[in-house]
């Protein structure tokens, strides 16, 4: 059973990145998926997050218009696209699953990737 996140990588401000999370061992359509980051020296914060059942999200509103969420069950995988990415958004991004609905509290995932680097420069 395995959560895997990729698709990080170093852009320059104002390009785009596609993250990618992807299930092995179990069916992603049964879980909610949230996505968090970490900045270095900050704490970690909920991004965005897609539900199981009927597809609804959320993003948080420091990245509204510019970040989107999707899924696609038959491939098993989650997608966050990362858009006009600014240097604040330099964060270790990190994919997570619940059973229930979603949720921006990191203690109510059961499950965690092990993250992928994304790096914006100026």
């Known amino acids: 059973v395995q959560l895997q996140a990729s698709g990080g990588g170093l852009v320059h401000a104002g390009e785009s990145l596609r993250l990618s999370c992807t299930a092995s061992g179990f069916g992603l359509e049964y879980y909610a998926v949230g996505w968090f980051r970490q900045a270095p020296g900050k704490e970690r914060e909920a991004v965005s997050c897609?539900?199981?059942?009927?597809?609804?999200?959320y993003v948080v509103d420091s990245v509204k218009g510019r970040f989107h969420v999707s899924r696609d069950n038959g491939k098993n995988t989650a997608y966050l696209q990362l858009n006009s990415l600014k240097p604040e958004d330099t964060a270790i991004y990190y994919c997570?699953?619940?059973?229930?609905?979603?949720?921006?509290?990191?203690?109510?995932?059961?499950?965690w990737g092990q993250g992928t680097l994304v790096t914006v420069s100026s």
């Open positions: 897609i539900s199981s059942h009927d597809g609804s999200s």
């Open positions: 997570a699953i619940q059973s229930g609905g979603c949720s921006r509290r990191a203690n109510d995932y059961d499950f």
